[in-house]
């Protein structure tokens, strides 16, 4: 029997959410900005850290520990949350990621920080899924629209606030605070949850799949590292780079072969038969691939192109994440009062492609308000598809395995972060350096030997030969990268127009039910869903 929400938890009349599901819902939005808030603060913090505790050779893997961590304990956060009760799993991942946190900012050298990020990032791994596995109980599918805005405004003020609070902390209470700031704040959601939020406890007779855990943990942190350490700590055709990913191929063969054997898989194969679980899998990924790239390479083209000050780095995106928050809301309410979603997969796709291609024609001359506006059109893409991809996964699934679709779903999307930072990241490291030996010759290419990302600092230190030169490569830079990824943009939109418009059971109008042979297979998730949610 899956979870169960306590009749307190039940929705009003009218859809209206009791004063009890509020709390418990302002307690995950802070789980989830804990999550999201980490690493935004701590990169801030990160040269001051080094001139404390050294290390500078070991910085990468502040920021590589956490993620591997984060994103090897993800699925199995899913699967413990599902076999054993949602709301055990998920505060034990909160009391890990504050243990993590404390330990960080007591941390006495640079290996002491590594070795205490991940344990931070293993309770990380829990809070994202644990969010969204605990919003699809209490929710139901049709009414769960309504909170993609209060999420998607969480990931904008992460974005945008991360590197203002970060550099705030820092400058007037110490780097360590960077890390002891998560304690008030955890310390409060987990209060909450545990007093207001009520889900029967469970026993899952099966033992966990420790094999396949340990496969799957093998599989994606070899991934993660490839898409880490390919094109900057080794070439891609490098030893180290092969070995690494014939070792990830190997496990996770090993692994889907494990999931056909396992009493309880931790990631049943059959959840991948929903064929709208499938298309929005992919979605997530390609989604995570554009958005983190496009975080990535708009400041650095207007810090370096724009003249734009590093310290509101966060705000440089401001366009982009509004109208993201904005559009979400929209689609929420929509989806909310229609029951309908497919066509916001269909255009956000769209959207984004026009988004990316007109960033990818920014030049020196282009303007703030120029690149705003293409901005904001990428946004609005990536509004309609942030949460509209979980909401129809978690449609596709049982109850029983609403952890699993959970988890699966935030896997992709993080997966394809990686990619999408990795393949956008070589592609335009290549092209500046090209364009750099093309405009100033041998200085050029001493320049951006080392790194073809120059900080503030480093570019007010070239000649303005050297540094106009710059500013045309990491035009040409950014124009290959968004380029890429409206290319494969258009693989999203490609898949969205094969999604299949299963109605979402909840509040509202009635929804006509769909016909055809695959109807009852992909409805009956959504039936039973709801009615194991009140």
Known sequence: MADTVNTEAEPAEGGKQPRSVRVVLLALMIAMMLAMLDNMIVGTAMPTIVGELGGLQHLSWVVTGYTLATAASTPLWGKLGDMYGRKGAFMTS???????????????????????????????????????????????????????????????????????????????????????????????????????????????????????????????????????????????????????????????VGFVFRQTKAAEPIVPLHIFRSRNFTLMSLIGFITGFVMFGAVLFLPLYQQSVQGASATNSGLLLLPMLGAMLVVSMIAGRVTTNSGRYKIFPVVGSALMITGLYLLSLMDTETTRLTSGLYMAVLGAGMGCLMQITMLVAQNSVQMKDMGVASSSTTLFRTLGSSFGVAIMGALFNNRVQDVMAERAGALGSKVTEQSAQLDAASLAKLPAAAREAYQHAVSAGTHSAFLLGAVVAVLALATAVFVKEVPLKGAGPAAPRPEGPDAAADAAPAREGVAEAV
């Open 94 to 252: 909160i009391v890990l990621f504050l243990i993590g946190s404390a330990l960080s900012g007591m941390a006495q050298n640079m290996g002491e920080l590594i070795g205490f990020r991940a344990v931070q990032g293993l309770g990380a791994g829990g809070l994202m899924v644990g969010v969204m596995a605990i919003i699809g109980d209490l929710i139901p599918p049709r009414e769960r629209g309504k909170y993609q805005g209060m999420m998607a405004g969480v990931m904008a003020l992460a974005m945008i606030g991360g590197p203002l609070v970060g550099g705030t902390i820092t400058d007037n209470w110490g780097w360590r605070w960077a890390f002891y700031i998560n304690l008030p704040l955890g310390a409060v959601a987990l209060l909450a949850v545990s007093a207001v939020l009520h889900l029967p406890k469970k026993r899952a007779q099966a033992r966990i799949d420790y094999l396949g855990a340990a496969l799957l943990t093998v599989g994606i942190s070899s991934i993660v590292l490839v898409t880490t350490w390919g094109g900057s700590e080794y070439a891609w055709t490098s030893a180290r780079i092969m070995e690494l990913t014939a070792i990830g191929v190997a496990a996770l």
